[in-house]
């Protein structure tokens, strides 16, 4: 999936939506609290993460919210 579509379904689904296709598509189990914890990171998203990449301190505080391996397999949904 493209990130901003991928963007785009975070933003308007549920927190259980969520939490489905992402397990779905990853294998990767996340709580809705950790869903939730991750949108205000998603909501500070620009276009220019399109070119640029996630910045680190995003990723970082994604990383903080998810763990390390969960986060490297969250990150193949937007690749």
Not at 3 to 27: H, P
Request: charged share 30%; proline share 3%.
């Amino acid at each position: 999936m493209k990130a901003i579509e991928f963007y785009n379904y975070l933003m308007r689904a549920s927190d259980k939506e969520v939490q489905a296709f992402v397990l779905k598509n990853t294998n990767i189990e996340l709580s809705i609290g950790e869903v939730k914890q991750l949108r205000p990171l998603m909501a500070g998203a620009n276009v220019s993460w399109i070119f640029s990449g996630i910045p680190k301190s995003v990723l970082k505080d994604a990383e903080k919210v998810i763990g390390k391996s969960k986060l490297k397999k969250f990150m193949k949904l937007i690749e």
